[in-house]
């Protein structure tokens, strides 16, 4: 039974191969697995369930595909793709998560999040995100018109991309406390994100207990990373109600 992980894909009409590559995963290795969670950033933009850009129209109808074989898929906002709302959600089957999300993994409690929360040292950032988070601040730009909503998104890019190039990269990382802490507050022993594109697995000692900090890759052009868990199926002799860890490795998605 496989578990699949995925997140950062920043999907974008800049980018065809990297749509392509998710599409070709969508309907391929990812019918194998018994769920997927995509932990955010799966879009580069997104301004609203009405954009009918062809990216967008394409990514649904392979998200409902998918969900109608029977895969079940779960989907976290990134800090790009935040405005992901309900129509998304009842048009692909996706299930709505909430950061962080705890889960258990083979038994062992394992929490889900983007990423962002963590890196508190970046507070020009987190200053951005509680404004567009404000659900009164989303109503007032959803009721834009379409256009306008493209060119204010248009602004923000220029402006963030400026803003990025000259911080420090120590303050883009996640803060370390900040993963101890919600780790200890939820129990959880692994964490899973991404955000950071920063791939690695991370060992943290927590009160003298060992956990686990995987950070997903981001999805490239020519090849894309999927973190898989794989728990022992229900044909083994384990009594009802025991589990197993499993194990836990990544595999690499690429074209052709
Ligand atoms: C997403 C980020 C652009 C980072 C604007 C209210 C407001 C939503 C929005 C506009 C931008 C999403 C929706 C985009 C993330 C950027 C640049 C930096 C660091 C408003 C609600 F305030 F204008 F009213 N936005 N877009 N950034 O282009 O997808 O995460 S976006
Ligand atoms: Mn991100």
Redesign the pocket.
């Known amino acids: 039974m496989e578990t699949l992980f995925i997140s950062d894909l920043h999907l974008s009409p800049d980018r065809p191969a990297t749509v392509d590559l998710l599409l070709r995963f969508l309907a391929g290795r990812a019918r194998r697995a018994q769920r997927l969670y995509i932990l955010g950033d799966l879009?580069?933009?997104?301004?609203g369930d009405d954009d009918d850009a062809p990216l967008n129209l394409q990514v649904r109808a392979a998200l409902r595909a998918l969900t109608a074989s029977g895969v079940a898929c779960a989907l976290m906002h990134g800090?790009?793709?935040?405005?992901l709302g309900r129509a998304f959600f009842r048009d692909t089957g996706c299930q709505r998560l909430t950061d962080p999300t705890l889960i258990r993994c083979g038994g062992e409690p394992t929490l889900l999040m983007h990423g962002?929360l963590l890196c508190t040292d970046d507070l020009a950032?987190l200053k951005?995100?509680r404004?567009?988070r404000n659900p009164l601040?989303?109503r007032?730009?959803?009721w834009k018109s379409l256009a306008s909503?493209r060119a204010?998104?248009?602004d923000?890019?220029r402006?963030?991309?400026a803003a990025?190039a000259v911080k420090p990269e120590g303050i883009m990382d996640v803060n370390q406390q900040a993963v101890i802490e919600i780790l200890r507050r939820y129990g959880a022993v692994r964490l899973i994100h991404g955000h950071t594109h920063r791939p690695a697995e991370h060992a943290i000692r927590i009160d003298g207990r060992q956990a686990a900090r995987s950070v997903l890759a981001e999805w490239r052009s020519d090849r894309g990373e999927v973190l898989v868990h794989t728990s022992a199926s229900l044909s083994t002799s384990a009594p009802l109600g025991t589990s197993t860890p499993g194990v836990w490795h990544r595999e690499t998605v690429i074209a052709g």
């Not at 879009?43 to 301004?47: G, L, M, T, V």
């Not at 800090?79 to 405005?83: H, V, W």
């Open positions: 879009f580069d933009a997104w301004i800090n790009r793709d935040f405005l962002d950032y951005f995100r404004r567009v601040v989303q007032l730009f959803l909503r204010l998104a248009a923000y890019r402006k963030s991309g990025n």
